[in-house]
C-alpha cells in the first residue's frame, strides 16, 4: 500500500499561564490509502487533537503530518484553507448540518467553496447522496430527517470532493447501535471503494467492527497498535 498520511513525531502544547500541557508527546503514525484507522483513548488522550492537525484545523508545536507529500507545516493559512477544501473531508459526532438547506444543499457546500458551477455541484452532491442510499431524500431538510440520515447526509458531504482522507470524529456517538451500525456500513462500503479514514471512538466494538487497525492513545501517546476486523 501506499502512504496517504505520515504523522512523524507530532508534538502539541497548550500554555495555561505558568502551566506547559503536553496534548501530544512525538506521535508517529502512517496511514496507507484504502485504510481505515481508528483511535481509541479516555477523554484528553489528544486523540482529537490528532484528528485536528490532520484535517488543518489546528497547527502543531513540532513535527510533521505530510499527507499526499504535501507538508501541512510548510503551508500558509490560505494553502492550508485550500487543503481543507480539497484534500480532507470531516464527519462529526453531532452532524453539522445547516438547517436551512436540504440535505442536497448541505452536500453542496464544499463545492461552493471549491468554486464549482451549479449544475455541477448539484449532479456531484446527488451522486454522494445516492451512495449512502439517500437518493430519495435530497430535497428533505436535517428536522425531517432521522439521526442516521442526518449522519449519513454528513458522510456523504465529507466524500463530495474526493478527498484524499475522510476524519471522522466519533461518527456514532449520537447513534444508538442498530442506527451507528448502519452508519459503519456505510463507511466500509466506501472503503471498498478505495477511500482512506480516520476515525476516533470511545467504543472498542466501532473499531472492532470497521478498522484495519487500532491505535491506543493514553496521555498524549500511542501505547500500542493491534489489527482491527478488516485487517
Not at 505558568?18 to 481505515?36: A, K, M, P, Q, W
Not at 471512538?201 to 501517546?221: C, K, L, M, N
Request: net charge negative.
Amino acid at each position: 500500500m501506499t502512504t496517504a498520511v505520515d504523522v512523524r513525531n507530532l508534538q502539541k502544547q497548550y500554555t495555561m499561564g505558568s502551566t506547559v500541557l503536553d496534548v501530544l508527546r512525538g506521535v508517529d503514525l502512517t496511514i496507507n490509502h484504502g485504510e481505515i484507522v481508528c483511535v481509541m483513548g479516555p477523554s484528553g488522550s489528544g486523540k482529537s487533537t490528532l484528528l485536528n492537525i490532520v484535517g488543518g484545523l489546528d497547527r502543531p508545536t513540532g513535527g510533521a503530518v505530510i499527507v499526499e507529500g504535501d507538508d501541512l507545516a510548510t503551508m500558509d493559512d490560505e494553502r492550508l484553507a485550500d487543503y481543507r477544501r480539497h484534500q480532507v473531508g470531516f464527519v462529526f459526532q453531532s452532524f453539522n448540518l445547516i438547517p436551512t438547506l436540504s440535505a442536497r444543499g448541505n452536500v453542496e457546500l464544499p463545492l461552493v467553496f471549491a468554486g464549482l458551477a451549479r449544475s455541477d455541484r448539484a449532479s456531484q452532491a446527488t451522486a454522494a447522496l445516492e451512495s449512502v442510499g439517500l437518493g430519495h431524500r435530497l430535497e428533505h431538510k436535517p428536522t425531517e430527517l432521522s439521526g442516521g440520515e442526518q449522519q449519513r447526509v454528513a458522510v456523504a458531504r465529507a466524500v463530495v470532493n474526493g478527498p484524499a482522507i475522510i476524519l471522522a470524529d466519533e461518527p456514532t456517538g449520537n447513534l444508538d447501535t442498530t442506527t451507528g451500525n448502519e452508519i459503519l456500513d456505510v463507511i466500509k462500503a466506501m472503503n471498498a471503494e478505495g477511500r482512506t479514514f480516520l476515525i476516533t471512538t470511545h467504543d472498542r466494538a466501532v473499531a472492532e467492527a470497521v478498522a484495519h487497525r487500532i491505535v491506543h492513545f493514553i496521555d498524549g501517546s500511542i501505547v500500542e497498535i493491534e489489527q482491527g476486523g478488516l485487517a
